[in-house]
């Protein structure tokens, strides 16, 4: 019988597929050139209809089990593992890599801190010895008469115990509110350390083992706050003292950031010592000379996704995209190097930078990739790897051979609003610290705080459900605080930006314009999420809004998420007392025992809960709604009310 040749499906206009004219006219122009990339692949997968829902359980071989979505509690599993112990083991391991991916990117850069503060690496150094001192004193470590190099010394050593922890709680654990860190001790949910929250996670999932998905979900609390608290606030912190704090600085964002008369190099992926060392190379005189004498003007470093985030905050290196446009930018042909390290790198950007001539050079010995050239990253020698790279660079752009399409766009922003730089900038000198921040809120000029943050997903329009939902927050006077994709879609948007506080309701509006900053403030990448927790302890501590992070008027979301990372995220700000929504799908069954404690039990044990819609105005005012029970709960609903009533009448007046 002759075989039925499949239909392929018809893909929908790019424009269908992004908000991001640039990406849209990148995969158009793949499209043409018959180039395939993520955002067609998705149009023709199909995703499984069982494991999307998360009811299947391949954690032995006796199976792979597949339950039945539609009638969850009428079959179980070989071993009789029910529809809740699968989707909780199942999530709970989507927590563990997450954690494990996070808290490995900070041992690296804690390793790193070791080598620096033993004066073994040159490279680098401590950029922000008064940061040092005051996370040293936080963590009441003796800073007295101390050297930097003692104190960075006796910093690394407190901090190790992050991973080494087997009993006993983690350091920044004196950061939490004390009742956030009471509520964690009396549910028996106070991490230890990564390395033994990891393992255990993967012990208890294996077959056989914890089989109450209770339990189970105490293991994804301990695992994911040792990510949040741990792993993921060490690569910030650190990372800071060595590379230097953010403070506000203009970037520019979009693939017009691209120019066809220079060298153009771009760093992508997470760890921020390839990019620094990047940044030394391609500003060596030596390479400058090597460019110019093969004919380009210059050398032009750009970033994307994380560690562009963090550069771009750091040092305002231009920006190109987020997750969802790095095969796209290749399309240019005008990319003479992509270098990557770890997470997120799509393995897709094999097949783009061979058709379009692009060295794609993988730096990370966690991350080779198929295809792609590897040039091992070592940091006792970065430049050795960095050289070589921009060499590489400066060689395709003298044997160009592809024609060159950039697409004009470019957004200018401001990013790199620290947790530092936000006390220093609502309070200013004199006033320093987070009391005009809880003023503003207590009064009801600032309605609550939201952490809008996250992936993007070809699931969804690249960007439209984050700048929805940004624009309708801010419009209803909730300061925007964000990281990572989610960051770069709305500097993309033109929403990073002081001037945007003309799309802010008129509380929110005035303490902009008092203060000089944007509606919406840029944190840097997804392991500093770290710094809205932070701000989020501060804001306990200051006072007036409650005792524990729970009570605070704030929530957070991930429109477009798509990585276990972001699971991870989602499961230490709900243990930590944030309700937490998600966009695009969530991997659980609704009408479930599982679902029902994600959903609402975590908040009546006192922590934070999950919520999902895929609509971003629903969720906009699911989080709206969720901030105004918060503002009831402390008493403050009616201050609100009267400022507005203020506003109005002094515009009635004027
Ligand atoms: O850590 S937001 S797509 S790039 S996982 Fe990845 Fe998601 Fe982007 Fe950075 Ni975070």
Redesign the pocket.
Known sequence: MEKKEKKKKELPPASELSSCDSTVQMIEKARRDGVSTAWDRAVEMKPCPIGVESACCKNCFMGPCRLNVRDPYSKVGICGATIDTIMARNFARMVATGTAAHSDHGLCILELFREVAKGNIADYTIKDPMKLEALSKELDLATEGKSVQEMALALYDELLKTYTNINGELPFVKRVPEKTAEQWRKLDIMPRGAMKEVMEMMSRTHIGCDQHYENITKQSSRTALADGWGGSMIATELSDIMFGTPSPTHAEVNMGVLKEDYVNIIVHG?EPNLFESMLLSVNDPFYVVMAKERGAKGINLVGM??SG?EMMSRHGIPHAG???STEAILVTGAVDAMAVDI??IKQGLTKVAECYDTPLITTNPRCHIEGATHIEFHEHTPSECTDEIVTKAIARFATRSMPIEIPKKVSTGVHGFSYEYINYMLGGSFRGGYTPLNENIINGRIRGVAGV????NPKVKQDSMHIALVKELIKNDVLVLQ????QISLAKEGLLVPEAAQFAGPGLAEVCETVGMPPVLGLG???DNTRILIAASEMVKTGGLGDCIADLPAAGA?PE???E??IA?GQYFVASGVYTIFGVGFPIIKDTKFHDLLFDGLEKQGLGKWGFTIDPIEMAHMMIAHIDKKRAALGIDKARERVLLDMSDRRVIG
Request: glycine share 12%; hydrophobic share 35%; with cysteine.
């Open positions: 997470h996704c994380c985030a987020n997750f969802g997470q997120c943050v996250g992936c993007v990281t990572g994709c989610s990448s997804c392991v991930a998420w798509m990585s990372k972001a995220i």
